[in-house]
């Protein structure tokens, strides 16, 4: 299968600071990424959509103000925490997709906040 | 809104023991249901999909079969290296929406 990596794996920060996550296709050209959020014995809950070179379509309750998403090019999309408080440690998982097929997900990053 | 309902939340077995995991959906216009493997502190690693009532897929020990309103995965004769959470998840019309995961522990 198609192969999507993310970094950093994990990042500690301070509270107040802002956070970039980096998602990659590294074998296909991605139309489409996904960005989800992963608390402790929860599901995946969809934050937003993005299409390369277009705004990125937040889930209600999300605040795009706080989760910026760029999609940049085909194969890179990022994901700013700014001004990120503790509420906001989770895990992020990034997911790519070509031409509305299947959804191919990174190894996700572990945030923490402190 | 879609909905997926997993069941049981964590099931331990012996090595050996098959068992079935259940997946309860309803959807708006069913796109495709999928089932994944996810390690603790990894992504979901994709496992199957299903697109219509009454299809069957296998990989390994794993088989998953699809009716109009659920899905199972049987494990048969499992092994330690089975261990992980199992999530389905449905593609709607909009988007992907996941269960909260069956949590397998196999036992030697």
């Known amino acids: 299968g198609a192969v999507v990596s993310q970094h950093p794996s994990w990042v500690i920060c301070k509270s107040g600071t802002s956070v970039k996550i980096e998602c990659r296709s590294l074998?296909?050209?991605?139309?489409?990424m996904f960005w989800y959020r992963q608390f402790p014995k929860q599901s995946l809950m969809l934050m937003a959509t993005?299409?390369?070179?277009?705004?990125?379509?937040?889930e209600q309750g999300v605040e795009k103000d706080k989760f910026l998403i760029n999609h940049a090019s085909l194969t890179l999309s990022t994901l700013t925490v700014t001004s990120a408080h503790p509420e906001d440690s989770s895990f992020y998982i990034c997911?790519?997709?070509?031409?509305?097929?299947?959804?191919?997900f990174g190894p996700g990053t572990r945030l923490t906040v402190l | 809104e879609d909905q997926v309902t997993q069941s049981p939340e964590a099931l331990r077995l012996q090595e050996g023991e098959s068992s079935s995991l259940n997946c309860s959906y309803t959807v708006s216009g069913l796109r495709g249901l999928f089932w994944y493997r996810q390690d603790p502190g990894k992504g979901p690693e994709f496992l199957f999909t299903l697109y219509s009532a009454g299809e069957e897929k296998e990989k390994e020990r794993l088989k998953a079969t699809l009716t109009k309103k659920e899905s199972f995965l049987h494990i048969t004769a499992p092994k330690p290296e089975d261990s992980a959470t199992y999530l389905c998840?449905?593609?709607?019309?909009?988007?992907?929406?996941f269960g909260a995961g069956t949590t397998v522990t196999v036992r030697a």
């Open positions: 993005s299409n390369e070179g277009s705004k990125a379509t937040y």
């Open positions: 998840a449905v593609q709607g019309n909009y988007k992907l929406s």
């Open positions: 074998d296909f050209q991605a139309t489409t």
């Open positions: 997911s790519a997709s070509f031409a509305d097929n299947e959804q191919f």
